[in-house]
């Protein structure tokens, strides 16, 4: 292998004559892309709850179902599930958050809102927010719901007690 040196990055050349540098250009590029702030929405869903989420340029106030969301979801890992997609993207001031959420309970209530949040987001920049939101999984509806009754049994899964006599 052929090492070539310039001032700023070094590079190596392997076997094939293609020179790479162990230093991500991307990343360094995508810090310095500001993304666009302007009004969105969009839905989110978890398990039975569905989010209707309208995002517009503000100070980060939360308005869920016309209350704070402090009000709305009093546990601080709920809190923090439903702003994860702007604490990942950093726009965590820049946007004021409208939603009206139905359904379901705690949990499913902050999974919709949180998908609902990174989707209005996705929205409004594509080519900025995309990327970061789909690495951090967060534009990826979670499928998982309740498993139906089945008959014989008492719940989806849970057979009554066995008697051998």
Do not use: C
Not at 125 to 130: G, I
């Amino acid at each position: 292998m052929a090492e070539t040196t310039t001032e700023e990055t070094e590079y190596t050349t392997n076997s094939e004559g293609v020179a790479y540098t162990s230093e991500s250009s991307g990343a360094a590029a995508a810090g310095e892309i500001k993304s666009i702030i302007a009004p969105g929405s969009a839905t989110g869903r978890r398990k039975e709850a569905v989010a209707r989420v309208r995002i517009v340029p503000g100070t980060g106030v939360w308005t869920v179902n016309g209350k704070p969301l402090e009000e709305h979801l009093p546990n601080k890992l709920h809190q923090q599930i439903a702003k994860e997609a702007l604490a990942v993207t950093g726009l965590l001031d820049s946007f004021d958050v409208i939603a009206r959420v139905s359904g379901g309970g705690m949990t499913g209530q902050a999974g919709a809102l949180r998908l609902g949040v990174a989707r209005s987001l996705n929205a409004i920049d594509v080519d900025v927010n995309r990327p970061t939101l789909k690495k951090a999984g967060l534009l990826t509806r979670d499928s998982r719901i309740k498993e139906r009754k089945k008959a014989g049994l008492k719940k989806a899964r849970k057979a009554p007690q066995y008697s051998k006599r």
